[in-house]
């Protein structure tokens, strides 16, 4: 069985940023393309960024392009979520996912404030 597990999110001001990391096991991680996906309050689950098996390709959301930046390391069998500049609009529940599955970690909230 596959888990995912999230962590780094908090409480942080407008411009700040925060590292999010997500720890999977239970599978063979260099065998899927992984993804981040958000949900703010009273909105649906959004995605934010991808990127493949080997790292060769990453597909971000335009409102995180050139702010957010994923990566991973299969050797630690993590996918990571650098966010940079970031925004009230950032605010939101941040879910990592094997991308095109139905495995979700359970999330880690983000709290950017003006």
């Known amino acids: 069985q596959v888990q995912l597990v999230e962590s780094g999110g908090g409480l942080v001001q407008a411009g700040d940023s925060l590292r999010l990391s997500c720890a999977a096991s239970?599978?063979?991680?260099?065998?899927?393309?992984m993804g981040w996906f958000r949900q703010a309050p009273g909105k649906e689950r959004e995605f934010v960024a991808r990127?493949?098996?080997?790292?060769?390709?990453?597909d971000y959301a335009d409102s995180v392009k050139g702010r957010f930046t994923i990566s991973r390391d299969n050797a630690k069998n993590t996918v990571a979520l650098q966010m940079n500049s970031l925004k009230p609009d950032d605010t939101a529940v941040y879910y990592c996912?094997?991308?095109?599955?139905?495995?979700w970690g359970q999330g880690t909230q983000v709290t950017v404030s003006s």
């Open positions: 996912t094997i991308s095109g599955s139905d495995y």
């Open positions: 239970g599978g063979t991680f260099s065998g899927y393309a």
């Open positions: 990127i493949t098996r080997n790292g060769g390709r990453t």
